[in-house]
T-cell receptor, first 110, second 113 residues
Framework: DVKVTQSSRYLVKRTGEKVFLECVQD?????MFWYRQDPGLGLRLIYFSYDVKMKEKGDIPEGYSVSREKKERFSLILESASTNQTSMYLC?????????FGQGTRLTVV | EDQVTQSPEALRLQEGESSSLNCSYTVSGLRGLFWYRQDPGKGPEFLFTLYSAGEEKEKERLKATLTKKESFLHITAPKPEDSATYLCAVQAWSGGSNYKLTFGKGTLLTVNP
């Protein structure tokens, strides 16, 4: 019954590394989103995509990029990881009456 | 700019003590309002979607309602396992066939036995 899968539950990366977070959905949805969640700040939208190869900046895109080469896969890229990107990253895929999330990736940048 | 405000930030209840959580919103072109439950360290779990004022949906001890400016999540006779953070989100038109989800900061519900 899995709908949205994120590639890792926990990641530890070093400052300056290039980091890839992968998200796959099996619902054939057009829309996919990447959020980060921090205590006291809630979920903040980083990027979203409404079609293959289409992307749109969210509220906090700085330091991130995305890739959507296939409809089912949406990747978040941290070009040069920094300690202030330590966070919980959540992928979501809304479609019709429902919007499902992945289990989240807890990223720690040291 | 779309805005979602949830209140209270935290709510502590005794088992069996019913209450309500509030989600007020300002958005242009509302498509839907979503409620989620989130347990610590996990992704949000979908609960309900509401589309129009007057609509209500129920699931076990939870009932969600919607007006033109706010939504309520009513919890009837809660149990300790209902303890979680409850998130509200609005889905608004952002052009083309795109729908952007904007979240509130959530209400942390604790139900004591």
């Amino acid at each position: 019954d899995v709908k949205v899968t994120q590639s890792s539950r926990y990641l530890v990366k070093r400052t300056g590394e290039k980091v890839f977070l992968e998200c796959v959905q099996d619902m054939d949805h057009e829309n996919m989103f990447w959020y980060r969640q921090d205590p006291g700040l809630g979920l903040r939208l980083i990027y979203f995509s409404y079609d293959v190869k289409m992307k749109e900046k969210g509220d906090i895109p700085e330091g991130y990029s995305v890739s959507r080469e296939k409809k089912e896969r949406f990747s978040l890229i941290l070009e040069s990881a920094s300690t202030n990107q330590t966070s919980m990253y959540l992928c979501a895929s809304p479609g019709g009456a429902e919007a499902f999330f992945g289990q989240g990736t807890r990223l720690t940048v040291v | 700019e779309d805005q979602v405000t949830q209140s209270p930030e935290a709510l502590r209840l005794q088992e069996g003590e019913s209450s309500s959580l509030n989600c007020s919103y300002t958005v242009s072109g509302l498509r839907g309002l979503f409620w989620y439950r989130q347990d610590p360290g996990k992704g949000p779990e979908f609960l309900f979607t509401l589309y129009s004022a007057g609509e209500e949906k129920e699931k076990e001890r939870l009932k969600a309602t919607l007006t033109k400016k706010e939504s309520f999540l009513h919890i009837t006779a809660p149990k300790p396992e209902d303890s979680a953070t409850y998130l509200c989100a609005v889905q608004a038109w952002s052009g083309g066939s795109n729908y952007k989800l904007t979240f509130g900061k959530g209400t942390l519900l604790t139900v004591n036995p």
